[in-house]
């Protein structure tokens, strides 16, 4: 396949064939290390019901303890609290464009099919739709908020610590949501729903937005229509509210949590009375910052095998942790050479970082898109991963769809699509646990 147009006559036939499912699929899971250790298999006796997934959960077991004395009473058995899950598969998008003269280019037979505007166009495509599965299942709680709104000025807004600009990017199109209602866009849906972003200054946490449908930059985010809490949601291409009402893929900061991110879990209540095991074990200080120390590690690894009878197997937080992890933690462990050789690097190597704890090794696994200030612990065995479509092209007749191009010198682009439609769940809550308001020098804690 020396190039493309000695092996096929049209570039849509030949995308699918040189990058078919099971080519597209390790491409993304390059950049989404944690979808990929996810377990395959859904809960056992779990069901699929027109893509959903349907699974039963037993909050509360009988707890027959009573004495028994001659002619007394006998103590009644706690009743078993049974209720019903439900795990909905999320879309997740991404989309490829071409201009006119390089699809024409590819279909002439004289375009090297092993190099240029193609193949480097469609890897990274892949490469952006893996990253942004990634963040969506360490980062969120399961309602699409990807960061909060600290202050407003015309022309940009400036977004709150910890989520600051962790998981907002240049070029996606976004939609600035009421506080306390997330399905609703802040002011006119012209000025603050499904625009573009146009730059994200990482260290001051300043986010301008791109003209749009006439609007004006400074329109899109005057003080007086975006207010202080209202949050960030990344919208579909078309930016249309009856779509941002949907449900969201899950996350482990929602699944792995009390309430306070996502009061429900699964379409359940984890906040009503009796729904207690639906709480995951969260270790918060008010707010008040502080350094990650092994006594943490302990204490929160107990709480969980005394509340749930499992114990905790990995542990997945941020490169901040990471940081202080060795700063405050691993310098008491440092091991003394025995070889009589001294080794002179410096840093610490991939899976070697390890807290233990009767019956387990935790490795500490790292990742760029949780958010900081945050470390998880975590039963890998309660959660699972469906997937409904794997990761393909989009294909309604033919993989190209024209499109109209922007003004300049392209006289028409090509559009392709990949998607994949998945979600990720957790069959026991309470076997997690998440240690916050730690210092994180992400954050220049």
């Known amino acids: 396949m020396a190039n493309i147009g000695s092996g096929f006559s049209d570039l849509g036939v030949a995308l699918k064939v040189v990058y078919p499912t099971k080519a597209l699929e390790p491409m993304i899971n390059e950049e989404a290390p944690f979808r990929e250790k996810l377990s395959k298999s859904t809960p056992a006796g779990a069901r699929v019901t027109e893509g959903d997934v349907k699974f039963n959960g037993v909050l509360a077991l009988p707890q027959n303890v009573a004495q028994i004395l001659d002619e007394g009473d006998l103590q009644t058995a706690r009743g078993r609290n049974e209720v019903q899950f439900n795990l909905r598969p ?20 004289k375009s090297a099919w092993s190099g240029g505007e193609v193949r480097r166009r469609t890897e990274e495509t ?33 977004l709150r610590k910890p989520e600051a600009t962790k998981l907002v990017r240049q070029g996606m199109k976004v939609s600035v949501r009421d ?22 200054n990482f260290q001051t946490r300043v986010v301008t937005f791109e003209t749009e449908a006439g609007v004006a930059v400074a329109d899109h985010t005057a003080g007086a229509t975006v207010a202080a809490d209202d949050t960030i949601i990344v919208v579909s291409k078309d930016g249309l509210t009856t779509e941002v009402s949907t449900s969201f893929a899950n996350g482990i900061r929602g ?8 009061t429900s879990i699964h379409g359940v209540d984890r906040t009503l009375v009796g729904n207690e095991k639906l709480k995951s074990i969260v270790d918060e200080n008010g707010g008040t910052l502080r350094n990650l120390t ?7 690894s107990h709480q969980v095998h005394e509340e749930s009878g499992k114990r905790v197997t990995d542990i997945w937080t941020t490169p901040g942790q990471v940081e202080k992890y060795i700063e405050f933690v691993a310098p008491d462990r440092r091991r003394a050479v025995q070889s009589g050789t001294y080794d002179k690097g410096t840093g610490y190597k991939e899976g070697e970082l390890v807290h233990y704890a009767p019956g387990v090794a935790l490795r500490i696994n790292r990742s760029f898109d949780i958010i900081p200030r ?23 007749g033919s ?45 220049n804690d």
Not at 137 to 157: F, L
Not at 255 to 262: A, E, H, R
Not at 376 to 395: G, K, N, P, S
Request: aromatic share 8%; hydrophobic share 45%; with cysteine.
């Open 90 to 109: 999320t879309i997740f998008q991404a989309t490829m464009n071409i201009g006119w003269l390089t699809r024409r280019a590819a279909n002439t037979g």
């Open 255 to 262: 699944l792995i949590d009390d309430g306070t991110y996502n």
């Open 126 to 158: 892949a490469s952006n739709l893996g990253k942004f599965v990634e963040s969506t299942y360490v980062a969120t709680a399961g309602q699409g908020i990807r960061s909060y709104v600290e202050s407003a000025i015309a022309a940009s807004i400036t």
């Open 294 to 300: 092994e006594q943490l590690l302990i204490r929160t």
């Open 179 to 200: 506080g306390a209602d997330i399905t609703a866009p802040r002011g006119t849906s012209a000025t603050t729903d499904g625009v573009r972003v146009a730059s994200v």
């Open 399 to 443: 993989l190209l769809h024209l499109a109209i191009a922007s003004s300049g010198n392209r006289q028409a682009k090509w559009e392709a699509f990949m998607a994949c439609m998945e979600n990720i769940g957790c069959d026991m809550p309470v076997a997690n646990a998440v240690i916050r308001d730690l210092k994180d020098p992400q954050l």
């Open 374 to 396: 945050e470390l998880f612990l975590m039963a890998w065995d309660t959660f699972f991963h469906y997937i409904a479509q794997e990761t393909q092209w989009v294909d309604e």
